[in-house]
Every structure is written in C-alpha cells, then in structure tokens.
C-alpha cells in the first residue's frame, strides 16, 4: 500500500513519515513539478523525509504540455538526489484533456526521463486519459476508484482512491496500491 502527496495535504515531518509507514505504506509518491516552472514548495522537504524515513519514495510531475517541462521536473529530481533503482521511477501526471500534440510531447518527456536515467518512467492517468494515446514504453500508474479492480490490464500502479484515511490524520488522502507485495515493489525497483 501507498499513497501520494502534494503541498496541500499539509506539513509533513520525518515522524508523520514514519507513520505513514507504520500503518502499512511502503511508498509514497510526492509532487515535485507542474509545467514548466512551478515546484511545489514541500516537495524537496517530502522526498527526502520520506526517504529517511525509510519509504520508497518517488516524485511526480503534473504535465501541461508547455516548453521546459522535462526541464523543470530534471531539475527537482536532480535537488532531491534522485537515483534510478534506489527510488521509484519518475512520473509523470497526465490528467488534462486537449493538449494539443499530446502525444508527441508525452514522448518526448517519457524519451528525456529514460535517456537521462536509464528507467522507463511511470505514467499516471485515468482510463479515459488514455484513449488515442501512442506513447513509447512506461510503467503505467492507473487512477480509476470505486471499482474492485482497474479496468486496464498492465498496471503497476494504482490510484483507488482519493477519500483514503490515515489514523491520526484529519482529510483525506490519495491511496495507492502496487500490483504486487512489498517485496515484488522492491525487487521491481531492483530491475525497472
């Protein structure tokens, strides 16, 4: 199980991360980027807590299909000390609809992850998102709720929620599964 955070689920520290972990969440998933020049201001603050805390922890980018992006996201997962296999691949959210040549600038995003850390990064996306799209190689992180299982067959990830509940936290919080146990998300780590 896990979840993914962004600035406005509140102030974190290292002992909130722990928590989390001890609840049964063995990774998160926490926003760093969105278009081309916005960093969420608690992202760096949460990777890195979340990290320590010992999570598996990744970071995400909200796509707009504008210049700079892949840029932009670089240069947050570069602050953070990302490395390929010891944190979670990078994603990318991609939730608007009509971006124009959406495809094309999806791969090209999806081409600069994977050149410049040697992993095929994650999609996130909800099933209608998806249609039409023709993109190169990418873990997919589906997000679809109120349903037993996803509608999509070649999950990693999934979002079922965005109404989840943490004992000791007040709101609610998206949650994730892996399509596998903790110990297949760490040798998926291993080899992704």
Known sequence: MGLDIYHGDGEFTLRDFQKFKKSGHSFIFVKGTEGAIYTDPKGESNFKLAFKAGMLVGAYHFFKGVDGEEENFIKFLSNVGYEAHKHLPPVIDYEVHGI??????L????????NKYKVSPILYASPS????????YYHLWIAEYEVQKPSVSNW????????GKIPG???????????GSEQVLVEWLRTN
């Open 100 to 105: 124009e040549d959406v495809n094309a600038k």
């Open 107 to 114: 791969t090209k995003f999806i081409l600069a992850l994977k």
């Open 129 to 136: 998102i998806l249609e039409g799209l023709n993109l190169p």
């Open 156 to 163: 990693a990830f999934w979002q079922y929620t965005d109404l």
């Open 169 to 179: 936290y007040e709101g609610n919080f998206d949650l994730d599964r892996f399509y």
